[in-house]
């Protein structure tokens, strides 16, 4: 498609990402691969910050035990560490049961699958032995031997055992692969943009599209790209019964897949996150969680600081899903097929589902990291122009000291509206009394807020969910044990800390969509659910005090809510202008009509977002000007979906993306934004 504009520096922000001389893929006329709306810069960006915080030439690979996978059942997990440059190899785990083990080191076929097979090439790293931590290794592996090995995952066997009979598997995470130059796609290494660009298209093509030879679904079953990757009542809706999602109510041999009530009434998934031992039984519904954001809200808390109340065998090194219990990132999809994606109950590998490679799965991470937001905002510059949302801002940022009454407390465990916390030690304050607001240390914090206590929670009548961890607790569901000190030891049931900037057009709330709105969702901090009254076993008031009304009409709760719309509505802005800035760029018309439709969707959920709840009631001149503005970059991205040719295409997108900026303009000092937000 020959381009008649041209978006200078849309390469940018990729441009550390590369260590040798690029090529600008349009150069030679050819325009970018479909990536929808994801954005590979938003990667190259996340990249860039782990490789600055990341120098040395050491590969980290996780330990953890994947249902349906590993030969016995153990709650355990840890860590692999291998110092490329000296062989030195470490290992630490807890959980294994008694019995002599060792570390294999694998290096997987090329396009086979990512499990470990005979035909592997593998190294045996050695015996572990047994400490009072658990299991350590310390060892070391002739440079030559480790040279002519690309390490793609560490399993722990029996000693004697084939990695084929591994208990614990893991691999490193995308960022790692890629420094180490072991991603590529099509036999190419990522050197150069247009490499990076065909792997989040190659991602996105298979997260659409491929069936894992399951059942029919794909990872857009549930995660639908045109709905901010998630599924809701009102969407199930309007999708025929034909639809994979609807696979159970077809097959037989799939009826226990789902509930079908909840999943059409609710939009809840059936999982198995505490085993699979009796999935039947034991199992919880839950939401697929949006995918936005990913790279900025998956941090786990260093272990140092001394604040995650959350004990037990497996601490993973990312915090995913709802109860943050999920694989990591690049691994996620292989147990969301072997749980979602199977053709019978069996789940058997190579029979019922296969298992990806690793290619696909740098592919699909890829992708996922590309989608959404690179960065938070800044609460403390940022200058919104609605009124309404500032006075949202003001009561969401107002944080203080434990004890202190009157404060909201939103931004300690949202902080900058995202998916990480604020906590910050504070030595003046006898026993756990963090200072909240002062230095954020940027993890996602898993936390125990009592939605299992609502009304609505407890009319579902299904089993209860425990959140984060896998030990049998009091009140009958399957979470961990905190401590904090003068309170002691404590059944908590314990879940993700999810960014809000997305939240505004991705409700129902909570990980069992019990809250239909935005508005009741902050009212429920002040309910007797989150405040502590008839919980069981859980820290009266919570860890976080908060003082808000538990009415959904309350000024104050309309006004926060306003402030998440607002968030919301600059959010979408900067995904419909990215959309369209890549439509313009597209290698073909029919992809330019295809992310130009993706764009309106994002525009579409804007004006939505303005028009319900609180600023349908009390909207201020700014919202007004922004609908206004909106509503005609909506009509000006119908024109580019159903334009009959480039020209037509790209005069329509110019005109949608002059509208959003000037939307933008009209909520926020664009000068306040992050950078990301001044596209």
Known sequence: MNRKYIVCGIFAAAAAFFAVPRHNPLAAGHGLPNTGLADPATLSHLYNQWRAANTGNTLDLALLHIDGLSSEPASAGGSVRVDLTTG???????????????????????????LPENTDRTINAGPYRRTQEGLSLEGSIARDRLSALEIDRAVVV???????????????????????????????????????WNLVAKGRTIFLRERFQGNGRTCSTCHVESNNFTLDPAFIATLPPTDPLFVHERNTALKNLEDQALLRKLALILGNPDGMEDPAKKYVLRPPPPLQALGVQSTAPDPSFGIDFTSGPVDPPERLGWGNDALPLRD???????????????????????????????????????????EDFDLVKLRLRTEVGARGQRLYTDTGMIGEPGHKNCNACHFNAGGTAAYALNPGVPGFAPKLDALPRGFNATVGTNVNELAASLGLKIPRDGGFGSIPLPMGSFGNFGFVPDLGRFPVEEFNSMSVVESADTAPYFHNHAVATLEESVAFYGSKAYQGFGSIGDVVGGPIPVKISDNPNDPEVQSIASFLRVLNTLENIRSAISAATRARLSSSLADGKEIAALGREEVLDAILVLNEGS??????????????????????????????????????LQRGLDWLRLARESLADPSTLPESYRN
């Open 158 to 196: 029996r000693a004697g055992q084939n990695a084929p009979a591994f208990v614990l598997i893991g691999g490193s995470n995308l960022y790692n692969r890629l420094a180490r130059g072991y991603v590529t796609v099509d036999n190419r290494r990522i050197e150069e943009e247009a490499v990076l």
């Open 332 to 374: 996620f999809a292989i147990g969301a097929i072997i749980q979602h994606l199977p053709k019978t109950m069996n789940r058997l590998a190579g029979v019922d589902y296969r298992i990806p490679s690793e290619e696909e799965l740098d592919a699909l991470a890829a992708y996922q990291l590309s989608i959404g937001r690179r």
């Open 615 to 652: 600023l349908l009631k009390n909207p201020d001149l700014a919202v007004i000007i922004t609908r206004s503005r909106l509503s005609l970059a909506r009509a000006a991205l119908d024109d580019a979906r159903n334009g009959a040719d480039e020209q037509a295409l790209v005069l329509a």
């Open 88 to 114: 030195a190899v470490t290992s630490r785990i807890t959980g294994l049961p008694e019995g002599n083990w060792e570390l294999l080191l694998v290096d997987n076929a090329p396009n086979t699958s990512a």
